[in-house]
């Protein structure tokens, strides 16, 4: 016990305490140590050539004199003390919180008195002989009497692992440790003679104790008071069922298990695989043959299957090289024998192969629902359906075994959906970004091969509806569609065709494709198809309408359906009509836009004309298309955006050496900075103020109206506000 001196004066809740008879007075006492307060009691002690202790109460009044050698806290109403007389060793006992003794001093050591867990009996643990190594522990009952007499060379002090009410002791033999256990009654239920007792919360809550003894494993079965000797080179509380045990036996290792009920299967098998379905809870695996362990311990069927599979009610088992149905108690359900066997995923049905055919076995009712006679099934009927093959030619079942479609098909293609739906999706730092999905909306259709030929049916494998422009048949392969078209060939040749097999193309040409719209502004497709002949391109618009391959690039279409071609290097509009809007061949044009289009009668000369081919400005040395309700132009006073009536709007205030089309209010423009000599790009808006003053000596062109900017080699990224994170 830890000694200390003190000879201060201090509050009474602190280490020390002084008793003063009045102010002018010296102490009557001074304590020179004292303890915790325990129980309403604190230890004191005085130092007076050897230390004496008594107690304390809540008031610092002495309620046990200094009296003895050794003085502990009280617990449970007892506090242990010692004693000694003439220099003899100190001798432990325990007092009432008055002072007199609960038990007479006795021992040579002593703990505390407490509750064995899970019971009312109080007890302390004493020790008794003089010296350490010849001292024996036991525990002693408040009355005096011996629960435990002393016969232990060590104890728990506490029962062990909290409310498990166990306590382990152990005795030493020949300098090692051999451990036993106690139970709650203080009974040795375990001898000491093991080299390793766990008491763990788990376990013992599924009633089990871990024992070993070096490197072999056993266990004590609590419930049945019975000790499981170590003689397995490894045990596991494996399910709520019992004990997996593992024993090597000539040289390899075999796996038992012990039941709750008591029942023990030694170890004889090579694993035992979890199954926990009805009463079934292992599958016992021996010399490669499979057989089912009942949870009561009962060999529902000894390993005698090839394979086994866990389907509940019922079992696939493969006996002899064929896939057999068992009962849950392991037998043959009816003579069936198949060469091999699966079950559909969430349904009670069985694939079977009989003699290399193909069918379905309805479980519940034990019977075929498909006879075995296709080479193959698919799809396995998830949408109500299942496809089949047989000698090379596929069709279509349905759930019951009723044919839909005869397998005289090449092959059968299903879910082939009319569209997908775009989803914009605007990304924390700005940017864009899409995601598809089918168009549901529109019913699904089924493509087909048969005689070389593909062609469409309904979802339910019914006919389409045929119009008399209908090209059943026409073509040799059919694309996916893709909003409301697919993509068609008949031999070399490319066309499309409406879900209700009319041509929107003809596959008379060369290559046809679809025209793709991917700027910001309108997302999709255009409404026409460009077509090639030879080396001429032309287009087709979804009514059907052919402006004949006469251009030497893709033409481009604008407003009012006119088109841009190009004939011996220049350009011309031709109309849907297939006639020229004028006879007028120019550098170059632009498709129409905003009721105009813009053309370039040379390099350095540009203007603008109506939908009728009328000239409709002034002419400028360069230009931009319409775009927002303006159009950049180049002036003799310089660069300007003027309006749909030529006046300028724009650019009074600023001379622009160069403009581009307005997105959304802002157009990205060019002006000479005097101050470094350069031309600097900035992003203008429509009132003729800047977003962005002119900073950017270089520019990056993406797309439309997608730009990356840059300041002596440092890329910089606009925000909409105009907020310029550099990067």
């Known amino acids: 016990m830890k000694k200390l001196k003190l000879f201060l004066v201090i509050v009474i809740t602190f280490a020390m305490i002084t008793v003063i008879t009045s102010a002018e007075k010296k102490p009557e006492y001074i304590f020179d140590y004292i303890g915790k307060y325990s129980e309403g009691r604190a230890v004191i002690g005085i130092w007076g050539g050897q230390w004496t202790y008594g107690y304390i109460d809540n008031a610092a009044k002495i309620v046990i004199e200094s009296k003895y050698r050794d003085a502990r806290g009280f617990s449970s109403g007892a506090a242990s003390v010692g004693v000694s007389d003439s220099g003899k060793p100190i001798k432990y006992g325990f007092i009432n919180k ?51 007499s002393p016969q232990f060379d060590g104890v728990t002090n506490y029962w062990s692992a909290g409310s498990c009410g166990y306590n382990i002791v152990y005795n030493e033999k020949n300098g090692k440790k051999l451990y036993g256990l106690l139970d709650s009654s203080g009974k040795l239920i375990i001898d000491t003679k093991y080299s390793f007792i766990s008491v763990g919360k788990y376990d013992v809550g599924k009633g089990y104790i871990d024992v070993r003894a070096d490197d072999l494993y056993g266990f004590y079965d609590i419930k049945r008071g019975k000790l499981i000797e170590p003689e397995y080179t490894a045990v596991m509380l494996a399910t709520d069922y019992g004990v997996r045990t593992t024993k090597k036996t000539n040289g390899k290792e075999k796996v038992g298990f012990y039941f709750n009920n008591g029942k023990i299967i030694q170890p004889k098998f090579d694993w035992l695989w979890h199954w926990d379905s009805g009463d079934t809870l292992y599958m016992t695996e021996l010399n490669g043959k499979y057989g089912l362990l009942g949870k009561n311990g009962d060999e529902i069927v000894e ?270 509009y031709i109309k849907k009509d297939g006639k020229f809007l004028d006879n007028i061949e120019y550098q170059y044009a632009y498709p129409f836009s905003e009721g105009k289009g813009l053309v370039h009668t040379s390099y350095t ?54 403009g581009f089309p307005f997105n959304k209010g802002i157009a990205l423009a060019l002006q000479y900075s005097g101050e470094k000599g350069i031309n600097l790009y900035g992003l203008l808006k429509k009132d003729d103020t800047w977003l962005v003053a002119p900073l950017f000596d270089r520019v990056e062109i993406l797309g439309d109206f997608n730009y990356k900017f840059y300041l002596n080699g440092n890329e910089a990224e606009v925000m909409p506000d105009g907020k310029i994170n550099w990067k």
């Open 303 to 572: 390993p005698i299957y090839d394979d086994m599979r866990n389907y509940g009610s019922w079992i696939y088992a493969v006996l002899n090289g064929q896939t057999v149905l068992v009962n849950a108690d392991g037998k043959l359900i009816d003579d069936k024998k198949f060469d091999s066997a699966g079950r559909l995923s969430g349904f009670d049905l069985l694939l079977v192969e009989v003699k290399g055919k193909k069918g379905i076995l309805d479980i519940a009712s034990n019977s075929y629902l498909i006879d075995p006679k296709y080479d193959e099934i698919y799809s396995f009927f998830v949408d109500g359906y299942a496809k089949v093959k047989l000698n090379g030619k596929e069709g279509i079942i349905d759930r019951n075994g009723k044919t839909l479609l005869e397998p005289v098909y090449d092959y059968i293609y299903t879910n082939f959906y009319t569209s997908q739906i775009k989803t914009e999706i605007i990304n924390p730092d700005g940017t864009k970004s899409y995601s598809y999905e089918d168009d549901k909306s529109n019913p699904p259709v089924v493509k087909v091969k048969k005689d070389g030929k593909e062609f469409f049916l309904n979802s339910d494998f019914t006919p389409l509806n045929q119009e008399e422009s209908s090209a059943v048949g026409d073509y040799d392969s059919i694309g996916m569609f893709e909003d409301g078209v697919a993509r068609v060939t008949k031999g070399d040749k490319i066309g499309y065709v409406r879900k209700d097999y009319s041509y929107v193309v003809k596959p008379v040409w060369d290559s046809a494709f679809r025209a793709v719209n991917a700027s910001d502004t309108n997302d999709g497709y255009y409404g026409y198809f460009h077509i090639k002949k030879g080396e001429k391109w032309g287009i087709v618009f979804m009514d059907g309408t052919v402006i004949e391959p006469v251009s030497e690039s893709m033409l481009s279409v604008g407003e009012y359906e006119i088109a841009v071609v190009t004939i011996n290097g220049k350009q011309k």
């Open 98 to 148: 008055d002072g007199s003794y609960l038990i007479e001093p006795k021992f040579d050591e002593t703990g505390d008195f407490h509750k064995i867990p899970g019971t009312n009996t109080e007890v302390a643990m004493i020790g008794t002989g003089e010296t350490k190594a010849g001292r024996k522990y036991g525990f002693v009952l408040k009355d005096g009497s011996y629960l435990v």
């Open 605 to 658: 000369e540009c203007y603008f004309i109506d939908e009728n081919g009328k000239k409709v400005s002034g002419i400028y040395p360069t230009a931009t298309p319409y775009r927002e309700g303006l159009a950049f132009v180049f002036t003799s006073s310089g660069g300007r955006y003027i309006d749909h009536n030529g006046n300028i709007v724009l650019g009074e205030k600023v001379n622009f050496v160069h």
